[in-house]
């Protein structure tokens, strides 16, 4: 059973949330909540109910439970990363560091542990919003960032390699990706990494930052030679390839 609500109300620009948790009464909850702030809210139970909402209607951020029957959230998450145009933020009974790494590392964009706070995870979603939100100087220039022979568009969101083929990342990755090369050739600490990408809601922890670069290091290794992103032991990263504007 799936529960879709406010399709046919839902705004033009209204972020869509979808819930996707086998508890009822915790998906009502937060429904209810984000309903009165003013989102279009979807519920779904598990993987399937959750895909055939998406099939049906446009979702911009998945509130997702870890343990579910079926197909877990984590496989879940892994395959909203491939999409790139989804938020995911998971929800987990399972909050240890450990958990929430593993969550980031299949590639959610945020990680809350239960029992959920409604006012932590509207924090949550509305700085999830900041980070797909492109920034004032990114709307009226328009421009690309373009470093040896890729291209970063701010605005659709979007990593094409030099042979113009798009590069899936996660929102987490995309942001992180977006502070690297607004900032090429200088160090950024793990701090200002996290609070430029993630926003100032995001709860800090050095590892959070170390999994989002090991992962973009990877997706651009496969078309890129050389160092990308150096470690600047006890600093931070840098990000090494010239950038300009295009």
């Not at 009165?36 to 998945?62: F, L, T």
């Not at 999830?128 to 605005?155: K, M, V, Y």
Request: proline share 5%; hydrophobic share 40%; with cysteine.
């Amino acid at each position: 059973m799936n529960v879709t609500l406010n399709a046919d109300e839902q705004e033009p620009g209204q972020l869509s949330i979808l819930v996707v948790d086998d508890d009822p009464s915790l998906r009502s909850l937060v429904r209810d909540f984000l309903v009165a702030q003013g989102y279009a809210v979807h519920e779904a139970e598990d993987g399937p109910s959750m895909r055939r909402v998406m099939a049906q209607s446009e979702v911009h951020i998945v509130i997702l439970d870890v343990m579910m029957p079926g197909e877990d959230g984590l496989s879940i998450a892994r395959s909203l990363a491939q999409q790139g145009d989804v938020g995911v933020i998971m929800v987990s009974a399972l909050g240890s560091e450990t958990d929430r790494i593993i969550g980031l590392e299949v590639g959610a964009d945020d990680y809350l542990p239960k029992p959920i706070s409604p006012r932590e995870l509207l924090a949550r979603i509305r700085a999830l919003q900041r980070r797909r939100r492109p920034s004032s100087g990114a709307q009226s220039g328009t421009a690309q960032f373009c470093f040896e022979g890729w291209r970063l568009d701010p605005i659709r969101r979007v990593l094409r390699d030099p042979g113009g083929v798009i590069i899936s990342l996660s929102e987490g990755e995309f942001g992180l990706l977006l502070t690297l090369v607004e900032r090429p050739q200088r160090v950024l600490s793990r701090d200002q990494l996290l609070e430029l990408s993630r926003g100032q809601d995001s709860e800090a922890f050095d590892r959070a930052i170390d999994t989002q670069v090991s992962r973009l290091r990877r997706k651009l290794a496969t078309r890129m030679r050389g160092e990308i992103i150096r470690t600047i032991r006890s600093e931070g990263y840098m990000f090494l390839p010239p950038v300009t504007r295009g």
